[in-house]
């Protein structure tokens, strides 16, 4: 795994987001109060793009149907903690957490440590 700068600090006002694309990975960047994170860039609901979504207090509304995720492990928080999941196999499938790359900010640029797989055409993120 290798850092890449992927955007200036300056880009990613607090509360917003971009869209970046390292190889093969789509990954949304976030910036929640000043810290900075990196998530797989679909939505596990309908691997819809998460450009745009909404974040607050480290929580990211997905901007299509407002699956909610912590922004910190990737764990979908809605619909997962509110509807029976054993009675709707179709939504746990929907469910999955997000990945999440690490991050780093050096000299005002914001670099994301992404895998191998993002170099070659298998990445599935």
């Not at 694309?21 to 810290?35: F, H, K």
């Not at 995720?69 to 939504?91: C, S, V, W």
Request: charged share 15%; proline share 8%.
């Amino acid at each position: 795994m290798g850092y890449v700068t992927v955007a200036r600090v300056e880009e990613i006002p607090p509360g917003h987001t971009q869209m970046v694309q390292v190889g093969s990975c789509l990954i949304l960047l976030v910036n929640d109060q000043g810290e900075f994170y990196a998530l797989q860039g679909l939505c596990g609901h309908q691997n819809l793009p998460l450009a745009g979504g909404k974040v607050w207090q480290g929580v990211l509304d997905c901007p299509w149907h407002h699956f909610q995720y912590d922004i910190r492990t990737g764990e979908n928080l809605y619909p997962k903690r509110i509807y029976p999941l054993n009675a709707l196999p179709k939504l746990r499938e929907q469910i999955s957490p997000l990945r999440t790359y690490p991050v780093q900010v050096v000299e005002e640029q914001v670099q994301v440590g992404v895998p191998q797989s993002c170099e070659s055409s298998d990445c599935r993120f």
